[in-house]
């Protein structure tokens, strides 16, 4: 099979999955390059603007061979409403590896999200991070821009299917540290800023 075809493959299994998987699991603009920046596991929190309101999440990572496991919890204040508690846990599982036909790498991104509250909602996406690492000559920093594209199944309140597409810089300041800045435009909105500590 050709790059190219792993490519449309991994693409329309991902969108096959939507009914049971999520990617960007709460909803809110923290997206996922296709690497892990960690050994054995990591622990976090992310601030982020959803476009309505306001939002905090921290995040556990575990390593599971080529694939990681993450839970996520956090709090949405909205403008109009009241705040909700957020509850989720995503799954990523490398698939790509860059070559002289293809220039990125790529990790399939999986999980649920439960957002609380009036009108609760369980999220489902799925997703496919696309990213190419550049590391910085004489030092320690690393760069990781990416793009994530997403599509979810929202079940409950009105219901829907929602797409957007993430992008952000993954800067990995340190072995142990690691500082993300994402974004996203579509039926995903805002920008968030995130720190990460390393095991």
């Known amino acids: 099979m050709t790059v190219r ?36 596991s990591e622990f976090g929190v992310a601030f982020s603007d959803p476009g309505a309101g306001s939002a905090i999440e921290g995040h556990y990572r575990m390593a599971l061979g080529t694939a990681d496991l993450g839970f996520r919890v956090g709090v949405r204040d909205y403008t109009n409403s009241n705040s909700r508690l957020l509850l989720g846990v995503d799954w990523r599982q490398r698939m790509l590896d860059h070559s002289d036909d293809f220039p990125f790498d790529g990790a399939l991104t999986l999980g649920a999200g439960l957002l609380t509250g009036d009108n609760s909602s369980l999220l489902l996406p799925a997703g496919f991070s696309m990213a190419r690492r550049i590391l910085i000559e004489d030092s320690e920093v690393q760069l990781t821009p990416y793009l994530h594209p997403v599509v979810a199944l929202v079940i409950g309140g009105n219901g829907d299917v929602i797409f957007g597409v993430g992008f ?32």
């Not at 993300?180 to 500590?197: I, K």
């Open 5 to 40: 075809s792993r490519v449309i493959a991994t693409t329309l299994a991902a969108l096959a999955v939507v009914t049971t998987a999520d990617a960007q699991t709460l909803g809110t603009p923290v997206f996922t390059a296709p690497y892990r920046a960690y050994g054995q």
């Open 168 to 199: 952000g810089i993954d800067v990995k300041v340190t072995r142990r540290l690691e500082v993300r800045v994402s974004g996203a435009m579509g039926d995903y909105d805002g920008v968030a800023l995130g720190v990460a500590f390393l095991r």
